[in-house]
């Protein structure tokens, strides 16, 4: 087996998902994974990183053995409200009076310097417009002439305190981390379908949005929305266990969407229940509320961003995407064309799938950025704390 090895570990809030990888002059090829229940880490927060490392340890032993590949240090990838993505602004005066790459990374470091405090760890820094003298141009102007550039970039970081805590509980468990990663930027880069679109990756505990304008990441966000919001109304509303919850929603998934006002009744039972005759209708309304709730509140937070920059589609990824009104109710409310994707070029059919978007989004990024290329306010503050009162 040739070229470098890969690790990449997508920690979720359901689970902890990890993709074997190699690659070989540009070319990725998965070779194996291990998936285990989440532990430790509650929608986008640590919540017992010794759990959190346990966990991330047992899936990357699946991993490495259905892959025959050695263990190597680990790229990262995770979201949650810890997360800090925000558009900046840095200006530097050309070295020789012509811009160089030397200058777009001066430039880069400026925008950082002016947004981003000491105790974050930048993860990300994309650019996304260029201004060379006052003037917007297209692309980068490299080789062009001129006594002032201005790069505007969108920066994500990680609180430093987050990556060490982390880091220093998976240190004894032989767990070495290469790089972290915000799965909203990852993930999105192995979907983005053409210059405008905004791509939504909806899991369990978090729903990681990228919106591209030009294709350019220009606002990416990781939100505490998902599909244990749906399980949680599920088993109040029906009296049972996440489990059977989850079992129960995953059912009505593929159920045909002509059933209600034919009083029809599921068998729901469960090994151990008896009684779970459930009346369609009435977990027709409890879903369907909650999906309708969850995708109004993400496009209230969005709708801003696509006002300014537009997009003109949804790719909507992720586990919970499955779930057909998701769908129904994101073209409806979002009022554009809607796109179930997964990640599949180059992919084998058993990993092309919407929950792995993450995951192989991680492998792909860190194989990009072995072959040199860059790693890729107040309103945005507001929505979190009315979302943290809500929920």
């Known amino acids: 087996m040739t070229g470098k090895y890969i690790l990449g570990v ?36 640590v919540t017992d990183a010794a759990a959190l490392a346990a966990a991330i340890r047992a899936a990357i032993d699946c991993a490495v ?6 263990q190597t240090p680990v790229h990262l990838g995770l979201g949650g409200l810890d997360i800090v993505s925000q558009n900046s602004i840095g200006s530097v005066v ?11 990374e001066r430039a880069c470091g ?38 002032r550039l201005e ?64 294709g350019k990441i220009v606002l990416s966000a990781s939100v505490p929305l998902g599909g244990d919001y749906i399980t949680a109304d599920i088993m109040q509303g029906l009296e049972i ?8 929603k995953r059912y009505y998934a593929k159920l045909g969407r002509d059933l209600s006002g034919r009083d029809v009744v599921l068998d729901c039972n469960d090994f151990g229940t008896t009684d779970k005759q459930v009346d369609y209708d009435f977990l027709h309304k409890i879903v369907e509320s909650r999906v309708e709730e969850i995708v109004s509140l993400l496009h209230a937070f969005v709708e801003p961003a696509i006002s300014r920059y537009g997009a003109e589609k949804i790719l909507l990824t992720g586990g919970s995407s499955l779930l057909p009104s998701v769908g129904e109710w994101t073209e409806r409310i979002f ?3 809607v796109k ?20 192989y989004g991680l492998v792909e990024y860190a194989a990009r950025l072995d072959l040199g290329e860059k790693a890729g306010g107040g309103p945005v503050r507001s929505f979190f704390k009315k979302l943290r009162q809500l929920i």
């Not at 050309?94 to 777009?104: F, H, S």
């Not at 920066?155 to 998976?170: G, K």
């Not at 179930?340 to 919407?354: I, Q, R, V, W």
């Open 94 to 104: 050309p070295a020789a009076g012509m811009v160089t790459g030397a200058d777009i």
């Open 110 to 147: 400026a925008a950082t310097v002016v947004a981003v405090n000491d105790d974050q760890r930048i993860l990300h820094v994309l650019p996304i417009g260029y201004w060379l003298d006052g003037k917007p141009v297209a692309e980068a102007p490299l080789g062009k002439s001129g006594q």
């Open 65 to 70: 053995m259905a892959a025959a590949v050695p």
């Open 151 to 214: 790069v505007e970039t969108h920066i994500v970081s990680l609180p430093r305190s987050l990556a060490d805590e982390i880091t220093v509980a998976l240190a004894p468990r032989g767990i070495t981390v290469a790089s972290f990663f915000a799965n909203a930027v990852v993930g999105a880069s192995v979907l983005a379908d053409g210059p405008s679109c905004l791509v939504m990756d909806i899991g369990a505990g978090l729903t990681d949005l990228a919106l591209y304008s030009g």
């Open 335 to 337: 009022l554009r064309p």
């Open 241 to 248: 266990g996440k489990l059977h919850g989850e079992e129960i």
């Open 10 to 45: 997508d920690i979720g809030t359901s689970a902890v998902k990890v993709l074997a990888a190699t690659t070989d002059n540009g070319h990725t090829r998965v070779r194996g994974s291990g998936t285990v229940p989440g532990a430790g880490f509650t929608k986008g927060a």
């Open 340 to 359: 179930l994707a997964a990640p599949g070029d180059g992919l084998p059919a058993e990993y092309s799938h919407p929950a792995n978007t993450a995951s």
